[in-house]
T-cell receptor, first 113, second 116 residues
Framework: ELKVEQNPLFLSMQEGKNYTIYCNYSTTSDRLYWYRQDPGKSLESLFVLLSNGAVKQEGRLMASLDTKARLSTLHITAAVHDLSATYFC?????????????FGKGTHLIIQP | EAQVTQNPRYLITVTGKKLTVTCSQN?????MSWYRQDPGLGLRQIYYSMNVEVTDKGDVPEGYKVSRKEKRNFPLILESPSPNQTSLYFC?????WGQGSGTREYFGPGTRLTVT
């Protein structure tokens, strides 16, 4: 059974600081997704990571994937208030197939002025 | 505009009264799925469908039914809702994943269901 663990589950930080959210998963996979969810809203896709060593960046967010360590990170640089949201990682089992995504429990991020 | 729509967005009902939450996508996606989101538990998959007339159970299928008679629609049916099915429900769709396709799922806006 695939397990996906995110750390931390809750993070309060100040604007301008850097921080990293970690996503560990238990079974071999080479596809990992990051989503953002604002309160009362649906999930918005941020990054799709498809191979070992993949790195994607958009604005102040950068995501990476290490399939050997079964670890993905979402790094926030010089945080701003607008990045306050809940961030989910989700893993797709290797080989494709129809099992869908297994989500982490989410990291609730609050960025204070 | 490419989108996944759900109806209703909010629903309050009573125990045992059958209900259906509709889901429709306009992207010609083969794959559709339903998730429920509960505080502290993240999103858990209820059912999924690889194509018309092909459905299968996800992680938490008890108490739910689905059907896939048309490619674009994937309704979620609660035959006899109970309070533990109070949750936020998301429908999602994507092209069917093959090795290396990496297509992400598009999520609907969510349906907040309360069963009293």
């Amino acid at each position: 059974e695939l397990k996906v663990e995110q750390n931390p589950l809750f993070l309060s930080m100040q604007e301008g600081k850097n921080y990293t959210i970690y996503c560990n998963y238990s079974t071999t996979s080479d596809r990992l997704y990051w989503y953002r969810q604002d309160p009362g809203k649906s999930l918005e896709s941020l990054f799709v990571l498809l191979s070992n060593g993949a790195v994607k960046q958009e604005g102040r967010l950068m995501a990476s994937l290490d399939t050997k360590a079964r670890l993905s990170t979402l790094h926030i640089t010089a945080a701003v208030h607008d990045l306050s949201a809940t961030y989910f990682c989700a893993v797709d089992l290797s080989g494709g197939g129809a099992d869908g995504l297994t989500f982490g429990k989410g990291t609730h991020l609050i960025i204070q002025p | 505009e490419a989108q996944v729509t759900q109806n209703p967005r909010y629903l309050i009902t009573v125990t045992g009264k059958k209900l259906t939450v509709t889901c429709s996508q306009n992207m010609n996606h083969e794959y559709m799925s339903w998730y429920r989101q509960d505080p502290g538990l993240g999103l858990r998959q209820i059912y999924y469908s690889m194509n018309v007339e092909v459905t299968d159970k996800g992680d938490v299928p008890e108490g739910y039914k689905v059907s896939r008679k048309e490619k674009r629609n994937f309704p979620l049916i609660l035959e006899s809702p109970s309070p533990n099915q109070t949750s936020l429900y998301f429908c999602a769709s994507s092209f069917f994943w093959g090795q290396g396709s990496g297509t992400r799922e598009y999520f609907g806006p969510g349906t907040r269901l309360t069963v009293t």
